[in-house]
């Protein structure tokens, strides 16, 4: 069975520009939830959604959208990107949310 | 407010037992787990223990929950220079829709 699977695994953007992170669940899986993870510090709650419904949103800026599509894949959107947005997204799924989360590998997205 | 605080280091010998601990604030978590991190690597689940039990023991690794004292542990028997990594203890909330965690444990194995 694949795991978690996130694309790109890096990525190098540009201040100001748009990014969007792309995430598949494990089969079977309908709860996906965002983090980032800035290095040296744990992962940080971005968003949770859940039959393709947010379901909880972290303290981050409105420049931070996802979705989840009838698949129960996801995207992580970040506009207007700045210096302090790099750093490992990660993704992780559930079979609902009060199961076990698993994480993917994530992508590392560097600004500059 | 809601915090997952952990040790930064923890080093030990080859062949000891690590113990690493954590607290947290959320009396009404559901789920605690502990995940482990190798560089530049995602999240691996390690082991979760659900908030009604005390203790759960998976091969070498022991979860140890005090709800009294909102203390988790987690402890590695035998410890091998392949557990060196980053654990991460981490709290999910009640409804499940947030996880918190804490900014991690570095544990360093010497041969």
């Known amino acids: 069975d694949a795991g978690v699977t996130q694309s790109p695994t890096h990525l190098i953007k540009t201040r100001g520009q748009h990014v969007t992170l792309r995430c598949s669940p494990i089969?079977?899986?309908?709860?996906v939830s965002w983090y980032q993870q800035v290095l040296g510090q744990g992962p940080q709650f971005i968003f949770q959604y859940y039959e393709k419904e947010e379901r909880g949103r972290g303290n981050f800026p409105d420049r931070f959208s996802a979705r989840q599509f009838p698949n129960y894949s996801s995207e992580l959107n970040v506009n207007a990107l700045l210096l302090g947005d790099s750093a490992l997204y990660l993704c992780?799924?559930?079979?609902?949310?009060?199961?076990?989360?698993?994480f993917g590998q994530g992508t590392r997205l560097t600004v500059v | 407010g809601e915090d997952v605080e952990q040790s930064l280091f923890l080093s030990v010998r080859e062949g000891d037992s690590s113990v690493i601990n954590c607290t947290y604030t959320d009396s009404s978590s559901t789920y605690l787990y502990w995940y482990k991190q190798e560089p530049g690597a995602g999240l691996q689940l390690l082991t979760y223990i659900f908030s009604n039990m005390d203790m759960k023991q998976d091969q070498r690794l022991t979860v140890l929950l005090n709800k009294k004292d909102k203390h988790l542990s987690l402890r590695i028997a035998d410890t091998q220079t392949g557990d060196s990594a980053i654990y991460f203890c981490?709290?999910?909330?009640?409804?499940?829709?947030?996880?918190?965690f804490g900014a991690g444990t570095r544990l360093f194995v010497k041969a």
């Open positions: 981490a709290e999910t909330y009640t409804g499940g829709f947030k996880t918190i």
């Open positions: 089969s079977g899986h309908k709860s």
């Open positions: 992780a799924s559930s079979a609902d949310p009060d199961k076990a989360a698993f």
